[in-house]
């Protein structure tokens, strides 16, 4: 009898040499592998129809091999397929030529004379339609196996080496077909039949029937998620932390200083920030806004509450363009109130007030992970652009506090699904308002526009006194991406408007050549600043009102988002340009998606279904790389079945020690913060 927990070793159907490539991979058992889900499927009731131009999307398609062999030279080298519709179709052109560079065993794998299906992207080159390294499968002599690979949905999986695609799929449809029960996992999401659910899933017999399937696995994995969201939250809130924030004198002083009213928003957060650091829980908070919804002010307020409580704050950020803009920013309106604020980045330690124990607020980078005599007394912790840090990256700046207060923040609006996923632990504060007296930015998307336009538009902002940033995805020239660089633009850009109104900035440039260009632009010696993304964020020039976005179909709209965010900060109309030479309809949809809306939150779900939650939030999100279905990341609906069935499993069994003890499997242990 064979079920999940029988070992692929006893298997009969497998060789030696295939268990062996299968542990190498860590699948030991049968669960494993049925849990080892298909990538992505494959109709091959109908293949796709060969294309005559590029394509945006990979497309799959069955045909013949006319003419196979090694092409070029020395590093060059690369082993080349023509592949003809076997069809004749006279809507396509009718060949693909597939290419495999430093694959040189790809010439006794496919050979002139057989038949293959080819997925891939297709792109123009030297007159050509050509798929580089496509996922290939010959289908030459299939035989009686011929049902597992033709005339219907077929999943492709994550290559194993040792063990080709048709050989690993002939493995996993015995399984689902042999296995006597597959009730592997320790909790019950489904009425449905498991095995069934596996089968559907590996080999579904419709598109619905195979989502369906899939959504129950789905729910599996967002329980496992919200099973340590829930109890990372109850442990947290389990402690007893410090009470701060209930004098408030400095923070009186500073709202008497501005010269101008917060948002209701703004004063939304704070009066949620003050409920949290005088309770004596610890203070687990996301402060979460749109770009240039003021998220720097409702810390700068948090921040003096500490300080009035006899504690230190720390704000710590992902770049040192960033940590310093703060620094500024922070000098600018405190230091007049008399608060001691300290600049702290791998090659900067500045101090506003000479050196004391006094109550402190200190700003910087990672460098505040790695000096153990920095803090005296730690109680608030503000983590900016926090999806830019690990997981552990985070704890270790909060266990240099006792228990500190924590308060995380994003520029990057957050679709809801994935706050409720990745963020659950966290109480969230909304800045949903923009401050008064910005000015309005119109965005448009220009396809292959003149350069002349292009130079002309610039030179009459800049007659007019604004400033004006030209931003490219590249710092240098690149033989593979077709595309402007940074550096070559500069040296263009200094022609066209004079070479002493133009600076550059870059990831490359040394620290002190960034702080250069940086205060350059900002003091208004340069009017334009050629730049790549590094100016994401952490860039505040009110002046600037012109944003060019050279090949603008290379960056992620939410990144496009955040770079839009840097102009309309002053009081000036501004402008965002996009400009593209793509004719990708799926590219020229994505810049549309920028055209219509500022509404960052908008843009965060357009961005999330087109990229998914990894690319959105970056693979060190705690959780996001377990998933094994990720498209369901949008299905709120299902978000919220997983929570409800977390939060009913504490309610029934809080310490996991009773009736539900068999799911502290599941539970991933995070470091425990220092304890009052």
């Known amino acids: 009898m064979i079920t999940g927990q029988t070992e692929l070793s006893s298997l009969p159907i497998l060789s030696a040499k295939e268990i062996q490539a299968l542990l190498a991979s860590g699948i030991t058992k049968v669960s494993d592998l049925l849990d080892f889900f ?93 798929i580089d ?65 596996l089968r559907e899933t590996h080999f579904p017999t419709s598109a619905e029937s195979g989502k369906s399937a899939r959504r129950r696995f789905a729910l599996e ?22 009470v701060l924030g209930k004098k408030t004198t400095l923070l009186k002083a500073f709202y008497s200083s501005l010269p101008f009213d917060l948002t209701n928003a703004q004063k939304r957060s704070i009066k949620e920030i003050i409920a949290d650091m005088r309770d004596p829980r610890p203070m687990n908070r996301l402060l979460q806004g749109d770009v240039g919804a003021g998220k720097t ?31 500024l920013t922070f000098r600018k309106w405190l230091e007049p109130l008399g608060v001691k604020l300290v600049l702290r980045t791998a090659n900067k330690h500045e101090s506003t007030i000479a050196a004391s124990h006094a109550p402190t607020i200190f700003i910087g980078t990672h460098a505040l992970l790695y000096d153990p005599d ?84 610039v030179k009459a902002q800049l007659a007019e006194g604004r400033q004006a940033y030209l931003v490219y995805p590249l710092v240098e020239e690149s033989e593979s991406i077709k595309a402007e660089s940074a550096t070559s633009a500069f040296a263009a850009w200094q022609k066209r408007l004079g070479s002493e109104n133009v600076g550059l900035i870059h990831g490359k440039l040394r620290p002190d050549e960034k702080d250069a260009a940086m205060e350059n632009f900002r003091n208004g010696k340069t009017q334009a600043l050629v730049a790549t993304s590094v100016i994401e964020v952490g860039v505040d020039v009110p002046n600037a009102n012109l944003m060019i976005l050279h090949h603008a179909e290379r960056f992620g709209l939410a990144q496009l988002h955040q770079l839009r965010g840097r102009i309309g900060r002053g009081s000036h109309k501004s ?16 810049l549309a998606v920028l055209e219509k809306t500022n509404d960052g939150f908008e843009i965060a779900e357009a961005d999330l279904e087109l990229r998914g939650p990894g690319d959105v939030l970056g693979t060190a999100q705690s959780g996001l790389t377990d998933l094994r279905f990720a498209d369901f990341i949008t299905d709120t609906q299902l978000i919220r079945e997983a929570r409800a069935l977390a939060d009913q ?8 020690s009773k009736k539900h003890q068999n799911l502290r499997e599941l539970i991933t242990e995070a470091e425990e913060p220092h304890s009052a």
């Open 221 to 242: 994995d967002f329980f496992k998620l919200q099973l340590n969201v829930v109890w990372q939250r109850n442990r947290y809130r389990s402690h007893q932390g410090r």
């Open 297 to 327: 002010f409702v810390a700068m307020a948090a921040m003096l509450l500490a300080i009035d409580s006899g504690a230190d704050a720390a704000l710590m950020a992902p770049t040192q363009i960033l940590a310093e803009q703060h620094y």
């Open 374 to 457: 920095l803090f005296t007394d730690l109680g608030l912790v503000v983590i900016d652009e926090q999806h830019k840090f690990g997981v552990v990256q985070r704890a270790a700046l909060i266990r240099q506090g006792t228990l500190p207060d924590v308060l995380v923040m994003t520029a990057t609006p957050i679709p809801r699904t994935l706050t409720m996923t990745i963020y659950g632990d966290l109480d969230v504060s909304l800045l949903d308002e923009k401050p008064a007296g910005r000015g309005k930015i119109v965005t448009a998307l220009r396809a292959k526009p003149k350069q002349k336009d292009i130079t002309d538009f």
């Open 649 to 656: 499993v504490f309610h029934e069994d809080p310490d996991l």
């Open 38 to 130: 298909p990538k992505r499927y494959e109709d091959r009731r109908q293949f796709d129809r060969f294309p005559n131009q590029a394509t945006a999307k990979a497309v799959c398609l069955t045909g013949g091999v006319i003419d196979a062999g090694n092409k070029g030279f020395g590093k060059t080298r690369f082993y080349e397929a023509i592949v003809m519709d076997g069809s004749g179709s006279i809507f396509g052109s009718g060949k693909i030529t597939c290419r495999w560079f430093n694959m040189p065993f790809m010439s006794k794998v496919i050979a002139a004379g057989q038949q293959v299906i080819a997925y891939g992207k297709v792109k123009e080159q030297g007159g050509r339609l050509i």
């Open 133 to 197: 390294h496509p996922e290939i499968e010959v289908i030459d002599d299939i035989g009686e196996s011929e049902a597992v690979h033709l005339n219907r949905i077929v999943p492709i999986y994550k290559n194993i080496s040792g063990i080709n695609q048709r050989r690993l799929r002939e493995i996993i449809h015995h399984l689902t077909e042999t296995i006597s029960h597959a009730d592997d996992f320790p909790y019950r999401v489904s009425e449905s039949d498991r095995k069934v659910d």
């Open 575 to 590: 402008y965002c340009i996009l400009l593209t030479d793509s004719k990708i309809p799926e590219a020229l949809e994505k």
